[in-house]
């Protein structure tokens, strides 16, 4: 591994767990949509009552959220960012991002959006220190 991919270590491990995060999630919505009867490509009609819709949209939210966490990857890995910093917030993000799945399955509300904004805050986190490297 080159020298500054090793400083940012930390960063491209939390990209694997979160592949492996979108990976479960995506067999987790499809076993649900087999049991579940539903017909690909057919929109979900039921609401958060139902575990389809909500691995659905645990699923669809983790999708709406993963290009800006790696647009700011590549941002602040390119300007070099405090490694130490980019390597702790991006291990906070999936945390958050799996606490998120797991509430979200669970139906529960308050603990999922606790969970959505401590990784929109770790986004946040990550780009303030891209920033600060090129100021």
Known sequence: MNE?????????LSLGALSALMI???LVLDFVGIRHKHVPGMPIVEGHDTLLFRT???????NESLPTFLLISAFAIGVQAH???????AAVFVAARAGHMVFYYMNYSVM?????????LAMIGMLMSGLAAII
């Open 56 to 62: 659905a949209r645990a699923h669809g939210n983790s």
């Open 24 to 26: 479960v999630q995506m």
């Open 4 to 12: 500054l991919l090793a400083s940012y270590h930390g960063l491209v």
């Open 112 to 120: 999922r959006s606790v969970s959505f904004g401590i990784g929109l």
């Open 83 to 89: 490694p130490q910093w980019l390597n702790a917030l």
